[in-house]
């Protein structure tokens, strides 16, 4: 993670934080913790199952939201976790894992356009007007 000022907890508009480019070049490789939704339902799906749940069964949300079915039941779920994940980087060498699919298409685009752009009451209107051709 790189961050690109102080924290700006304090802040109402972005007018004026004069954010910089980055000074450093971020190459993520390897391993991280990632914390990530699991959305295993929990229940068990036979119905004979004393823990059965039926997804499609009304649920009330007591939260105050939107009521729904079970399946918008957010406990049903295993829930919020961490996981290891692998970070993939084209530039660490994992391009061959990076790409599922490719094809090569070739096309020719004959295009002829025109583009004014006018300057008027000292620059306060700017009208654009264009048109453009484009032959396959």
Partial sequence: MIYLSEPLFNVSTAHGLNLGPLQTIYNPSG???ADYFDSTWLPSRDPNDPSYVDPG???TNLLGDDSGVQAD???NYRGRT???VDILNADAGDLDQLITDYGVTEQTVDSVGFVWQGKL???HLVPTVGWRRDKL
């Fill in 73 to 75: 039941n957010p406990f």
């Fill in 57 to 59: 069964a009304p649920w």
């Fill in 121 to 123: 009451f000292d620059g």
């Fill in 82 to 84: 961490k996981a290891p």
């Fill in 31 to 33: 391993t991280y913790l």
